[in-house]
């Protein structure tokens, strides 16, 4: 990094206090951040006031970071799910390569605080960011994490967009406090289909919605209660890919009961809604139970069109909190088994991490391996040092 680009905490800042963007030009950008969603980078672009290839240059010459060219690489796609399609999406940035305990990752922007961080949340490996073109990006997501959407028979659609049932996500399992007993009941009121019949489950990353998601589906299996467990982003990416079917994907899913994840990074492609409020559409007319998880309550989810905001609009909205120091201590425990702590270590965790408890899982995993052949003492200094990892 430059003398000059160290003066400054942003990029937005650097360009627009070196001149690079008039302070105009600057507020449009983020006038339109604010409205459709994106990246500040991404918003530039859109408007015309940057070039992709402009951007690249200024944070090769100035911060010091490596440019990618991605439509010269070959990606390694088991290195691309670390990173969710959620963040992936949210962030333009994707895992290209991995190695031991080293994911190399091509974003917009490296310098990007909040995506280095979303990203250091979802995996236990050091990130090494570089910079790539942003269509480039755009075209590896859709490219990638849809790579497998258009295989189907000849005579049948097979419905690739499916999450896989985890066994040991369950409702049973679940860790109750008061930041989720209410969330609970409304999603074992949605199983029994009494009195909830079209359920958003909406809380910050890593409180749970997942989770109880999963545990819905375990439910309405044992009930053999004729289900698909969808992820969003992926099901319209599927859709608007394979036009021609999309039909048959509708007639897939008819009279099941849906169960849709990361409803929120749908995206704002015209047909990737249309789609979603057809399907909606059909399983409300049907009277058939719909289930959704949001990181955005879904009055906050800019790129909803209004046919598509007007058909959640009824749904029963199960909030769920930030989980008590607790419930942290109780899931850690849960997850360490035998490998009890002392309580002072415990403690130390609870108070020092996030809601997000996907970093409860992490500690728990580098803490097992660390006592497993039993020659590491688990120390206050110790557990210092791993959650140094997570500020």
């Not at 995206?267 to 139970?289: N, V, Y």
């Not at 009824?314 to 850690?332: H, N, R």
Request: glycine share 6%; aromatic share 6%; net charge negative.
């Amino acid at each position: 990094m430059t003398k000059t680009a160290a003066k400054y905490s942003t990029l937005g800042e650097f360009l627009l206090e070196e001149g690079y963007l008039k302070r105009s030009d600057y507020e449009k950008a983020l006038k339109r951040q604010w409205e459709k969603g994106g990246t500040l980078e991404e918003n530039l672009v859109d408007l015309g006031l940057l070039s992709e290839d402009d951007l690249i240059k200024l944070l090769v010459k100035y911060f010091g970071v490596h440019y990618l060219d991605l439509s010269r690489l070959e990606i390694d796609p088991e290195a691309v799910y670390h990173i969710p399609l959620r963040v992936a999406l949210t962030f333009k940035a994707i895992a290209v390569r991995k190695s031991k305990n080293s994911l190399a990752v091509a974003m917009a922007n490296p310098l990007d605080a909040m995506a280095l961080s979303e990203i250091k949340k979802v995996t236990d490996l050091r990130i090494y960011p570089f910079v790539s073109r942003i269509s480039d990006i755009e075209k590896a997501i859709s490219s990638i994490y849809s790579k497998n959407l258009d295989k189907r028979a000849r005579e049948d659609f097979v419905i690739s967009p499916r999450i896989p049932r985890d066994e040991g996500m369950n409702l049973d399992g679940f860790i109750e406090d008061d930041s989720n007993s209410l969330a609970l009941s409304m999603a074992k009121s949605f199983i029994e289909g009494k009195d909830v019949k079209y359920l958003a489950i909406v809380g910050e990353p890593g409180t749970g919605k997942t989770h109880i998601l999963q545990g819905i589906a375990g439910a309405l299996e044992e009930n053999n209660e004729p289900f698909e467990y969808l992820s969003v982003p992926i099901l319209t990416l599927t859709a608007e890919g394979q036009r021609s079917n999309a039909l048959a994907l509708l007639e897939a899913l008819e009279g099941k009961t849906l169960l849709l994840d990361d409803f929120d990074a749908i995206g704002e492609s015209r047909a990737s809604q249309s789609f979603l409020s057809l399907l909606l559409d059909r399983a409300l007319r049907d009277g058939r139970k719909v289930a959704l998880a949001t990181s955005k309550p879904l009055k906050n989810i800019e790129s909803l069109d209004p046919s598509l905001r007007a058909r959640v609009s009824g749904f029963v909205v199960a909030q769920l909190g930030s989980p008590s120091a607790e419930l942290k201590k109780k899931l850690l425990e849960k997850l360490l088994g035998k490998n009890k702590l002392a309580e002072d270590i415990e403690n130390l965790i609870a108070r020092n991490t996030s809601s997000n408890l996907r970093e409860i899982f992490a500690i728990a995993q580098q803490l097992k391996a660390l006592s497993r052949n039993g020659e590491v003492e688990i120390t206050l200094g110790l557990v210092e040092q791993i959650l140094s990892n997570f500020r």
